[in-house]
């Protein structure tokens, strides 16, 4: 199956200050991809939809301008969260839809962020 | 949109014995339905699907029914393994489009 990467896996950062999270696609090319995020022991939250060449298309109710996305390459979404706070501690989740079979979701492994 | 529930919420069972997971949907356009396992901090994996064309599908122990006409979907584990530990989602969609996610079930195999 297709494989998605993320990286960092974990991140800790102070308040104030914005991390990136990057997800790869390594052996597909993906014009499409979604960011989630997850809190313990709940379900995922679709975030936003990354488009390669467009602008991402948010949920409702997430603020384009703290979690920035950028869909730079067929293989390669960032998503930055700006000047993060204790709040936007998470995990964060992106995924691709697989070549061939377009209906079928390949997941990051996701990336735990703990701002202090 | 789309709403989909799930139940249990938690699930413990025997090893060797089946486990039940079961998921309602609302919107009669969904046509896909996957269902992702997801072991502690790591992200969602696809163990099986179903497209609404298909009533069941098996792989090895892990089987899925769907009836489209009462719009619900399950999956089946059989001779369950501590292995299968783990939180498992259901999930629809209309081919192409985003995910609809269900609550999630903890499941736990006691050896």
């Known amino acids: 199956g297709a494989v998605v990467s993320q990286h960092p896996s974990r991140v800790i950062c102070k308040s104030g200050t914005s991390v990136k999270i990057e997800c790869r696609s390594l052996?597909?090319?993906?014009?499409?991809m979604f960011w989630y995020r997850q809190f313990p022991k709940q379900s995922l939250m679709l975030m936003a939809t990354?488009?390669?060449?467009?602008?991402?298309?948010?949920e409702q109710g997430v603020e384009k301008d703290k979690f920035l996305i950028n869909h730079a390459s067929l293989t390669l979404s960032t998503l930055t969260v700006t000047s993060a706070h204790p709040e936007d501690s998470s995990f964060y989740i992106c995924?691709?839809?697989?070549?061939?079979?377009?209906?079928?979701?390949?997941f990051g492994p996701g990336t735990r962020l703990l701002v202090l | 949109g789309e709403n989909v529930e799930q139940h249990p919420s938690t699930l413990s069972v025997q090893e060797g014995d089946s486990a039940v997971i079961k998921c309602t949907y609302s919107?009669?356009?969904?046509?896909?339905f996957p269902w992702y396992k997801q072991e502690l901090g790591k992200g969602p994996q696809l163990i099986i699907d179903?497209?609404?064309?298909?009533g069941e599908k098996k792989d090895q122990r892990i089987a899925v029914t769907l009836n489209k006409t009462a719009k619900h979907f399950s999956l089946h584990i059989t001779e369950t393994q501590p292995e299968d530990s783990a939180v498992y989602f259901c999930?629809?969609?209309?081919?192409?489009?985003?995910?609809?996610f269900g609550t999630g079930t903890s499941l736990t195999v006691i050896p």
């Open positions: 995924s691709a839809p697989g070549t061939g079979d377009r209906e079928t979701q390949y």
């Open positions: 919107d009669s356009a969904s046509n896909y």
């Open positions: 179903i497209r609404s064309n298909v």
């Open positions: 052996d597909f090319q993906a014009t499409t």
């Open positions: 990354s488009n390669e060449g467009s602008k991402a298309t948010y």
């Open positions: 999930a629809a969609s209309i081919t192409g489009n985003q995910f609809y």
